[in-house]
C-alpha cells in the first residue's frame, strides 16, 4: 500500500518551455502533497505544500509564479515549471500523507533537463 | 527550523556487520523522527517512524533508537547486506508538535562489501 506515482520520469526540454508534473496517490487519498526538489549529492529541500483544494504554501525563496502548484483533489497534485531556463533543471520529488504524524510516501522522482 | 546532522557522507562495512548510523538534531526536541532510504535516481522510501516517547523500534533487521537527552537517533542494519547499500536519510518534523514537515539531513551513503 501507499504508492505514490510520479510523471513523467524524466523531460528534456529547450529553454523557454514549461513543463508539468503530475503526482497521485495511488492507493490512499492524501490530505497534505508535497514537492522538493533535489540536486547532486544533496538533501532535499522543501519547495511547497499543499492541501487539497487550497492555495500551496511556497518556501522561503521559491517563487509561485514560477512553480505553479494545483492540487485538485485527494489523489492528484501538478507542479507546472513555467518558462523553465537552464537554472531549473534538478531532480523533482514530489511525496503525499494522510493525518496525524504518518510518514510521507515519495514518487520516482521527475529528472528535469532544461538545455 | 530543525537542523540535523547525520554522522558521516558514507560509511562502508563489510557484508554481515551491524552498520550504524547517527542522526543528530540541534534544536527543538521532536515529537517524532522519520528514516528513509533512497537509491540513486530513486524517490526515498519510508523505512521506520519512532516516537519521543518509544525507545526503540525495530523491523526486520532495522532498529531505531531515539534519545531525545542526547538529541540523537541511531539507525541500526543487522546481518548487513549488499542490497542494503543506499544513502539513508533521517527526517524529524521541521518544527515542533504538530509539524508535518519534515527536514531532511544530506544523508548517509551505506556501501555494504561483499
Known amino acids: 500500500g501507499a504508492v505514490v506515482s510520479q510523471h513523467p520520469s524524466w523531460v528534456i526540454c529547450k529553454s523557454g518551455t514549461s513543463v508539468k508534473i503530475e503526482c497521485r496517490s495511488l492507493d490512499f487519498q492524501a490530505t497534505t502533497m508535497f514537492w522538493y526538489r533535489q540536486f547532486p549529492k544533496q538533501s532535499l529541500m522543501l519547495m511547497a505544500t499543499?492541501?487539497?483544494?487550497?492555495?500551496?504554501?511556497?518556501e522561503q525563496g521559491v517563487e509561485k509564479d514560477k512553480f505553479l502548484i494545483n492540487h485538485a483533489s485527494l489523489t492528484l497534485s501538478t507542479l507546472t515549471v513555467t518558462s523553465a531556463h537552464p537554472e531549473d533543471s534538478s531532480f523533482y520529488i514530489c511525496?503525499?500523507?494522510?493525518?496525524?504524524?504518518?510518514?510521507?510516501?515519495f514518487g520516482d522522482g521527475t529528472r528535469l533537463s532544461i538545455l | 527550523s530543525q537542523k540535523i546532522e547525520q554522522n558521516s557522507e558514507a560509511l562502508n562495512i563489510q557484508e554481515g556487520k551491524t552498520a550504524t548510523l547517527t542522526c543528530n538534531y540541534t534544536n527543538y526536541s521532536p515529537a517524532y523522527l522519520q528514516w528513509y532510504r533512497q537509491d540513486p535516481g530513486r524517490g526515498p522510501v519510508f523505512l521506520l517512524l519512532?516516537?519521543?516517547?518509544?525507545k526503540e523500534k525495530r523491523k526486520e533487521r532495522l532498529k531505531v533508537t531515539f534519545d531525545t537527552t542526547l538529541k540523537q537517533s541511531l539507525f541500526h542494519i543487522t546481518a548487513s547486506q549488499p542490497a542494503d547499500s543506499a544513502t539513508y536519510l533521517c527526517a524529524p518534523p521541521d518544527s515542533g508538535a504538530g509539524s508535518y514537515q519534515l527536514t531532511f539531513g544530506k544523508g548517509t551513503k551505506l556501501s555494504v562489501i561483499p
Open positions: 499543499s492541501n487539497e483544494g487550497s492555495k500551496a504554501t511556497y
Open positions: 519512532i516516537r519521543e516517547n518509544e
Open positions: 511525496s503525499a500523507r494522510t493525518v496525524g504524524d504518518q510518514p510521507q510516501h
